[in-house]
């Protein structure tokens, strides 16, 4: 298994931009605001959207670049959420 450790260490160094998640901790005092920029940035119906942050926490973007995820924490705090981005290994 050395090899493959050395494969995905190889991996993020060429890729620097390693893919992030987003995910919804709290979705504040604003819950139909939060439901409509979901339903905006992510295209799922305004139900499942819904249904997403009654479930907390949830991943609400998966393996997107860091400037994504960056954009879409900024926004959802605008809002009053909480959410943290993780990177992916």
């Known amino acids: 298994m050395?090899?493959?450790d050395t494969v995905s260490e190889s991996f993020?160094?060429?890729?620097d931009d390693p893919p992030h998640t987003v995910v919804l901790t709290n979705s504040g005092p604003r819950s139909i605001e939060i439901v409509k920029l979901l339903h905006r940035r992510?295209?799922?119906s305004l139900w499942h959207c819904k249904s997403l942050i009654s479930e907390l926490p949830t991943s609400i973007?998966?393996?997107?670049?860091?400037?994504?995820a960056?954009?879409?924490?900024?926004?959802?705090r605008e809002v009053g959420a909480s959410a943290h981005a993780e990177a992916n290994q």
């Not at 993020?12 to 890729?15: I, N, P, Q, R, Y």
């Open 42 to 44: 992510t295209g799922l």
């Open 12 to 15: 993020l160094l060429v890729c």
């Open 61 to 68: 973007l998966e393996n997107v670049p860091e400037g994504v």
């Open 2 to 4: 050395e090899g493959a």
């Open 70 to 76: 960056r954009a879409m924490l900024a926004e959802l």
